[in-house]
């Protein structure tokens, strides 16, 4: 028994750093050891709240939405912009094709003329009734392309240029140019619609009854300000 104890305390002394540690363990717990070890942890409310941000951001990463940043995307890097007839059935057909195609390069950005949003200013300063006399498509750099050769360049944002890549040649440039100047000057008639006169008369009774809308909601707001008021 004797020379048992004296072992002991020669291993003790001979490395009391493993035998002190091996204490600890064997008669600790990690949470409290930990807690002893960092007392600081449990007087810092600011330690405390760091490691807990540091888990919910580990946990809970944030994901940026994928749609805004495909819009956002979309809306920097386009190549050419097409101002369409919305009201047009037949244009539609082209315009819900190409944005079909467009997905896959993202080339396009389609405007509708038609739209309350339009802004000429926004567009070269090209007014509704300029557009709706013949297609106009914007390129990215400000120059502005029409009839025949803003279908050509729009076909090419999308991998299609081979279809209109003859117009460029005469005498077939000529002819195109001459039979799409028959459909512009009349594609109203074709498509059942009212002539351009009667368009730009609805859409200024609508402009008007919007404005006299927005005018007595804002003498509505206005008035009830000041009955608050007193």
């Not at 540690?21 to 008669?27: C, E, K, L, N, R």
Request: aromatic residues 8%; glycine residues 4%; charged residues 25%.
């Amino acid at each position: 028994m004797a020379l048992r104890n004296a072992i002991s305390i020669g291993r003790r002394r001979a490395n009391p750093v493993l035998h002190t540690s091996a204490a600890i363990f064997a008669t600790s717990k990690t949470p409290s050891h930990f807690q002893r070890s960092f007392p600081f942890q449990q007087t810092n409310p600011a330690f405390r709240h760091s490691i807990r941000a540091i888990q919910d951001t580990t946990l809970n990463p944030v994901t940026p939405n994928k749609d805004e940043e495909k819009k956002q995307d979309y809306d920097q890097n386009w190549k050419i912009k097409m101002l369409y007839d919305g009201d047009c059935p037949l244009c539609m057909r082209e315009v819900n094709m190409l944005r079909e195609r467009d997905k896959k390069y993202g080339a396009i950005k389609f405007v509708d003329i038609g739209s309350e949003d339009y802004s000429p200013e926004e567009n070269q300063g090209l007014d509704y009734n300029t557009v709706m006399g013949k297609i106009h498509a914007i390129l990215a750099d400000g120059t502005v392309v029409t009839n025949v050769e803003a279908f050509r360049k729009l076909y090419e944002a999308v991998g299609l240029g081979w279809v209109y890549a003859i117009t460029k040649f005469e005498p077939v440039a000529t002819v195109a140019e001459a039979v799409y100047g028959v459909w512009a000057k009349y594609r109203l008639q074709i498509t059942g619609r009212p002539p351009i006169e009667e368009i730009l008369a609805s859409r200024r009774k609508k402009v008007k009854c919007v404005m006299t809308a927005n005018l007595a909601k804002c003498k509505d707001s206005k008035s009830l300000r000041n009955d608050q008021d007193v």
